[in-house]
């Protein structure tokens, strides 16, 4: 008798990512019913096997699971492209704009990340945000797989305005507190919500931006409630200043003494990292996130993440933020990945095609804590896929021998608008380019009104006469 199955996915040059490859099978299917995923296999053995209400037909199509981005803050993208080829990013370009994003237009922002990012293929965004009221909900009602971090720091109100380059922060333990309250709060509402699709991180922002005790604290809530702490480490020479005035100490030896460096933790961006600091995270067994665009735009660093997989550690692939990398789309990612390393090195072998593939996918699943549940297509393993059109321009010809050209062709020439269809948790967000459970035109909209209304406040505040944009404005530049 035929097993039931909600969608059969068929014809696919399928890259299941088991293994430790890529996980090829040409004519492949794959069994969806409910959330999961009930098969893979070959199709004549899956179309015999099963009965389907759907079909999705991938002939001349690769499928693949849906890509990981682990590192975003979406309500940025408000902001796109406001703060590029500066010095002192944050402070001369991002801060003015930032202290202008209110809560509808931090929301607006998210949307508009949101759709950009599965429109490329994201199917998991670990997002990174003050946790306002209509965050999670956004992802809740999208229906995209979300692990969200609420940001936690005792930076005073008003932040980092009045503080000047070579001073320590101010740090202010109430607003830490208050901060500290509203992200176990959230975690209380969120983790684990929507049938498992939402999860929550703790998001120490830095090890700069917390005290010590607050440090130890959210540890503590982390290790009591098994919460990943999801933070920024050594992330850029202000930090490590900030660490040796404050602890004497440079940002991973004081993370390894206080008990931070463990599987517990996702560090991002690793900028200031030296090899051996970068090995040292690694063997403890925490796992780093690269945002080589984000980075590479913002401080000109392609932090060590080749050091950090040589030495054992987990590397996921993440965005970061529209401001800095303008864009949220893990197909940029790998390539940047791949081309920026490669180029460090001197040698075209380092990180191959594959994978920057697998750090998107499953190697991302798992340094993100959710490698039993997604990163790979495979029996009982959450049903989120994407299905790549190939018999476009920049990927064709396909070749299958002696050479088969698909994986570099995805890394270095697609640019995710060939994703064609986005499954999550089984269940179909996007159909040929239509976005099913959002409306993309009044999201884009509300984001141009939201955006309008902060460039009207930026320009009216004087704070603005410290952007070091207004420079090539003047000249005719931008
Ligand atoms: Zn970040």
Known sequence: MARRADYLVVHAHLFTMEGTGVGYLADGAVAVRGDRIAEVGPTSRLRSEFDADGILD?????????LIDAHMHTPLAIVRGVAQDVAHWMQKALAPYSRHINPAAALAGTRLNVVEALKAGTTTMVDYATPLPGWAEIYDQIGVRARLTPTINALPPGGMAGW?????????????????DAAAAFAAGWHEA?????????????????????????????????????????????????????YGQRTPAF??????????????????????EAELVAQRGARMVLCS?????????????????????????????ASGNNCSNIFNEMKL???FNKITFRDPTIM???????????????????????????????????VIDLEVPQLSPVLQTPIRNIVPNLVYAASGHEVRDVMVAGRLLMRDRQLLTVDEPAVLAEA??????IAGRVAADPVHAQLALLEPMAAGQL
Request: glycine share 12%; aromatic share 2%.
């Open 58 to 66: 991938a002939c001349g199509c690769a499928v693949l699971p849906g």
């Open 448 to 453: 141009r009104l939201q955006a309008e209304a």
């Open 194 to 246: 929507a049938d498992g699709r939402i999860t929550v991180m703790l998001g120490p922002q830095a090890p700069d931006m917390l005290s010590r005790e607050q440090l130890l604290q959210v540890k503590d809530i982390a290790q009591r409630q098994g919460l990943m702490i999801h933070m920024h480490v050594a992330q850029g020479d202000r930090e490590i200043d900030q660490m040796l005035q404050r």
């Open 293 to 321: 665009g984000s980075i590479g735009i913002i401080d000109g660093i392609v932090p060590p993440a080749h050091t950090f997989r040589s030495a054992g550690g987990l590397v996921a692939l993440g965005s970061d933020q």
């Open 352 to 386: 191959p095609a594959w994978e920057v593939l697998r750090m998107s996918t499953i190697e991302g699943a798992r340094a993100v804590g959710l490698g039993d549940t997604i990163g790979s297509l495979a029996a009982g393993k959450q049903a989120d896929l994407i």
């Open 337 to 339: 990945t791949a081309l």
């Open 164 to 180: 000047k380059l070579g001073d320590l922060y101010p740090l202010d333990p109430a607003a830490g507190e208050a901060a500290l």
């Open 255 to 276: 993370l390894d003494d206080l008990g931070y460096l463990d599987d517990q933790l996702l560090a991002v961006h690793l900028t200031e990292a030296t090899a051996r």
